[in-house]
């Protein structure tokens, strides 16, 4: 006999497949599509005939996505509108689409995307262990960045999220702390980083697409091995932008061969373990990576010489404005030192003389 939990679960998996079929019948209404040879299920997807390395298994129309733009389009504009600045916080704008999503699921365009995704339940990030499971990651960058994660959503939803719910009941009404953590979550283990060509103009953006955040990863579907050296900078990429004749759309590309049954899986990005734990909740047993380091120096102190004058020099540089802790190294082993650290330093050492 089935405990009450199985019943439970059975009834979420039937609830999730059934919102995978709407969601993929209005992908495919907008101009999208899923493989003939492919099909999603079981949290992820799987081949239903040879596929073949470049095989395009989804395609989903950039206007079906969660993104900066589609918050502007939408009722959330009346936010915007108050508090314009929000515009320049990306992850806060999509955060705010999935709450919409949730709290509001007849009316929000935004709901039938945020049907499929994972509950906070079902998360295993190191943001919802218990204390005294995290103690056991003490001595590690996850340790020190899983307490960041934690302080910085307390402080967002105090000063932001939650201010903003009670003056906008009809938008993000009923939002709470732990709704608002795991709508984070979601963009942090989901997002897609990409660039957007339009109209000869490029845009960095972050953005979360349907239906393609559903493949796992797998190490070989970077096409070589983590362990190597030119891992970083060699490993093939799954997804891909485009924007042509057809129309502006991401696509999810298979780059191994697979057979009737096999799952298809996606290549998240040549990171090491500490960031699948970070942000995606899992590790690969025996995975070797490049030794890394990620160093960030700053000025810090107003009042050191050239201090204006560096700073503006930093955050207009290509090499320089943008420093994220991405778990790549911007010390690599064996001895590489990245681009964008050189440069930084060069002008943080530059002498009265240089900056003149």
């Given at each position: 006999m089935a405990t009450a939990d199985e019943h439970e679960r059975t009834s979420s998996d039937e609830c999730r497949e059934h919102a995978i079929e709407v969601l993929l019948q209005s992908i495919v209404e907008a101009g999208g599509s899923l493989s003939d040879n492919c099909e999603i299920r079981n949290g992820g997807i799987f081949a239903k005939d040879e596929i073949d390395d470049g095989h395009v298994i989804l395609k989903v129309p950039f206007s079906q996505c969660i993104s900066k733009e589609s918050v502007q389009n939408s009722s959330l504009s009346r936010i915007l509108e108050e508090y314009p600045a929000l515009l320049d916080f990306e992850d806060e704008l999509l955060a705010m689409a999935l709450l919409h999503g949730k709290l509001f699921p007849s009316t929000s365009p935004w709901a039938k995307s945020v049907a499929v995704l994972p509950s906070q339940h079902e998360l295993d990030l190191p943001i919802y262990w218990s204390p005294e499971q995290v103690e056991y990651l003490k001595g590690t960058t996850v340790y020190h960045l899983t307490h960041q994660m934690k302080r910085q959503i307390q402080s967002d939803w105090t000063s932001l999220i939650e201010p903003l719910?009670?003056?906008?009941?009809?938008?993000?009404?009923?939002?709470?702390?732990?709704?608002?953590?795991?709508?984070?979550?979601?963009?942090?283990?989901?997002?897609?980083?990409?660039?957007?060509?339009?109209?000869?103009?490029?845009?960095?953006?972050?953005?979360?697409?349907?239906?393609?955040?559903?493949?796992?990863?797998?190490?070989?579907?970077?096409?070589?091995?983590?362990?190597?050296?030119?891992?970083?900078?060699?490993?093939?990429?799954?997804?891909?932008?485009r924007n042509g004749d057809e129309g502006e759309y991401m696509t999810l590309t298979s780059t191994l061969n697979r057979t009737a049954g096999q799952e298809v899986y996606s290549n998240y990005g040549t990171y090491s373990n500490s960031k699948f734990l970070f942000s995606y909740g899992?590790?690969?047993?025996?995975?070797?990576?490049?030794?890394?380091?990620?160093?960030?120096?700053?000025?810090?102190v107003q009042t050191i010489s050239g201090y204006e004058t560096k700073i503006g020099l930093i955050q207009s540089h290509v090499l320089t404005r943008e420093q994220t802790y991405d778990f790549k190294g911007s010390l690599r082993s064996p001895n590489f030192i990245s681009p964008s650290l050189l440069a930084q330093v060069r002008v943080l050492q530059a002498t009265p003389e240089e900056l003149r």
């Amino acid at each position: 006999m089935a405990t009450a939990d199985e019943h439970e679960r059975t009834s979420s998996d039937e609830c999730r497949e059934h919102a995978i079929e709407v969601l993929l019948q209005s992908i495919v209404e907008a101009g999208g599509s899923l493989s003939d040879n492919c099909e999603i299920r079981n949290g992820g997807i799987f081949a239903k005939d040879e596929i073949d390395d470049g095989h395009v298994i989804l395609k989903v129309p950039f206007s079906q996505c969660i993104s900066k733009e589609s918050v502007q389009n939408s009722s959330l504009s009346r936010i915007l509108e108050e508090y314009p600045a929000l515009l320049d916080f990306e992850d806060e704008l999509l955060a705010m689409a999935l709450l919409h999503g949730k709290l509001f699921p007849s009316t929000s365009p935004w709901a039938k995307s945020v049907a499929v995704l994972p509950s906070q339940h079902e998360l295993d990030l190191p943001i919802y262990w218990s204390p005294e499971q995290v103690e056991y990651l003490k001595g590690t960058t996850v340790y020190h960045l899983t307490h960041q994660m934690k302080r910085q959503i307390q402080s967002d939803w105090t000063s932001l999220i939650e201010p903003l719910a009670t003056e906008f009941p009809t938008l993000l009404g009923g939002a709470t702390h732990d709704l608002y953590k795991w709508a984070l979550s979601m963009i942090y283990s989901r997002a897609v980083g990409f660039t957007r060509k339009q109209h000869e103009k490029e845009e960095k953006m972050h953005i979360l697409f349907p239906l393609i955040d559903m493949a796992n990863h797998a190490p070989a579907a970077a096409g070589i091995l983590p362990e190597d050296d030119r891992f970083f900078e060699e490993a093939r990429e799954t997804f891909s932008y485009r924007n042509g004749d057809e129309g502006e759309y991401m696509t999810l590309t298979s780059t191994l061969n697979r057979t009737a049954g096999q799952e298809v899986y996606s290549n998240y990005g040549t990171y090491s373990n500490s960031k699948f734990l970070f942000s995606y909740g899992f590790v690969i047993p025996g995975q070797q990576t490049p030794r890394t380091l990620d160093v960030w120096p700053s000025l810090g102190v107003q009042t050191i010489s050239g201090y204006e004058t560096k700073i503006g020099l930093i955050q207009s540089h290509v090499l320089t404005r943008e420093q994220t802790y991405d778990f790549k190294g911007s010390l690599r082993s064996p001895n590489f030192i990245s681009p964008s650290l050189l440069a930084q330093v060069r002008v943080l050492q530059a002498t009265p003389e240089e900056l003149r």
